[in-house]
C-alpha cells in the first residue's frame, strides 16, 4: 500500500522560509513524476514542482519559480520542497503526490496525472 506522508508545514512571516518533506513507502519507481501541489481555501489544488525520478528534470509553476526547489532523495524515498521568499499568497495546504508505475500522461503539474497524495501540511505565511 503506497502511503505518502508530508512534513515541515508551519507558520512563518512574510519573506521566511520553510521546507517540506513527503516520505514514500510502498512506493518504488525509478520513472515517475513525485510532486507537490497545493490548494488555498475556495481554489482549485495546483501543481507547484515535480521532478522525474529517473533524471533532474523538473518543473515549476511560474509564480514560485526563483523561489522554491525540489530535490529528491532516491536512497530514502523521499521529496522535499525548499521554499524561501515566501509571500503571503503562498497560504495553502501543500501535498505531495506521485504518478503511477505502469504509467501516466499530461503535464507533470497537472493534479491529473498523478494516482498517489499525501494527507496534506499546512503553511501559513503571514504579512
Known amino acids: 500500500q503506497v502511503q505518502l506522508v508530508e512534513s515541515g508545514g508551519g507558520s512563518v512571516q512574510a519573506g521566511g522560509s520553510l521546507t517540506l518533506s513527503c516520505a514514500a513507502s510502498?512506493?518504488?519507481?525509478?520513472?515517475?513524476?513525485m510532486g507537490w501541489f497545493r490548494q488555498a481555501p475556495g481554489k482549485e489544488r495546483e501543481g507547484v514542482a515535480s521532478?522525474?525520478?529517473?533524471?533532474?528534470?523538473?518543473s515549476y509553476a511560474d509564480s514560485v519559480k526563483g523561489r522554491f526547489a525540489i530535490s529528491r532523495d532516491n536512497a530514502k524515498n523521499t521529496v522535499s520542497l525548499q521554499m524561501n521568499s515566501l509571500k503571503p499568497e503562498d497560504t495553502a495546504m501543500y501535498y505531495c503526490?506521485?504518478?503511477?508505475?505502469?504509467?501516466?500522461?499530461?503535464?507533470?503539474?497537472?493534479?491529473?496525472?498523478?494516482?498517489?497524495w499525501g494527507q496534506g501540511t499546512q503553511v501559513t505565511v503571514s504579512s
Open positions: 510502498g512506493y518504488t519507481c525509478s520513472r515517475c513524476y
Open positions: 503526490a506521485a504518478t503511477d508505475p505502469r504509467g501516466s500522461s499530461g503535464s507533470p503539474l497537472w493534479k491529473g496525472r498523478y494516482n498517489y
Open positions: 521532478i522525474y525520478t529517473g533524471s533532474v528534470y523538473v
